[in-house]
């Protein structure tokens, strides 16, 4: 019996699903603090789960968080993953970088994998996810050029108000036969854009899942992992709610956390 079963029959209201959201490290005057975007714990519950922000973790402590969760969401960031973890030196040292946020994000997500955890990975946190199963990152898109010719800028326009920043910058192509075409989703859609990193090699083992215009790879998924796995560059957790893009993504990202929790966590 699932655990929503056993509470409709008593009457209680269904646990939802648990999702944990990796905190960055900021400093306020003279004092680090643990931050989560409002914007990313809203998401969560869009997608019908409730969010659980950790602030960070010892290697010790991961196999308990994984146990408590249902499903992990990794958020964008305005600091980047640390290129020493793809072998390169720090391309602009002006960069924000959050080696507190790496030293357990990037050993949680294989393990979280592995598991078949529902994963829903936005921004840095698609950065972090390619880089911890052994890619490689852009350091500046804008700056990059392949075989096809130079990557077009991806960076939001400075100085904007929000609402200019996470509009929509291109279209994206879904690759055919991927998870996101699975969803339902059109073969082109608009989406925001504002990175100035992003996937240069795919780790081994994910499957490109939509492609921007110039062919930098904007969503990707982890072929052959036991759970939902889906990793985007853009921004679907801004105005969730007002986008059927979104929406879908994170309906499908809740109901695979649903799914895990009845699977694994049944009433005794």
Not at 107 to 125: N, V
Not at 159 to 170: C, R, S, T
Not at 215 to 224: D, N, P, T
Request: proline share 9%; aromatic share 6%.
């Amino acid at each position: 019996m699932s655990l929503e079963t056993a509470d409709i029959e008593s009457g209680a209201a269904p646990r939802k699903p648990l999702v944990l959201v990796p905190a960055c490290n900021r400093l306020s005057g003279d004092h680090l603090f643990h931050m989560a975007g409002k914007k990313y714990v809203d998401a969560v519950r869009l997608a019908g789960c409730t969010p659980l922000i950790v602030p960070t973790a010892e290697p010790d402590e991961l196999a308990a968080l994984l146990d408590l969760a249902d499903g992990v969401l990794l958020t964008g960031s305005k600091s980047n993953v640390h290129p020493r973890h793809f072998d390169e030196a720090v391309h602009d040292p002006a960069l924000p970088l959050d080696p507190d946020r790496d030293a357990w994000t990037l050993a949680l997500i294989p393990l979280a994998i592995a598991r078949g955890l529902p994963l829903f990975a936005i921004c840095r946190g698609a950065q972090e996810a390619n880089v911890a199963l052994g890619g490689s990152l852009y350091q500046a898109v804008q700056e990059a050029v392949t075989e096809a010719g130079p990557l077009a800028d991806h960076r939001a326009p400075e100085g904007q108000p929000p609402e200019l920043q996470y509009a929509a910058a291109h279209p994206v192509n879904l690759v055919p036969g991927g998870l996101l075409a699975s969803l339902g989703l059109p073969a082109r859609f608009e989406v925001n854009s504002l990175h100035g990193q992003a996937v240069k090699r795919l780790a081994a083992g994910l499957r490109a899942e939509a492609l921007a215009p110039d062919g930098l790879v904007e969503a990707f998924s982890v072929a052959g992992a036991p759970g939902f796995a889906l990793c985007v560059q853009w921004h679907p957790e801004w105005l969730a709610a007002d986008n059927p893009v979104s929406m879908r993504m994170l309906q499908a990202f809740g109901a695979a956390a649903r799914a895990y929790r009845d699977r694994h966590k049944p009433v005794a």
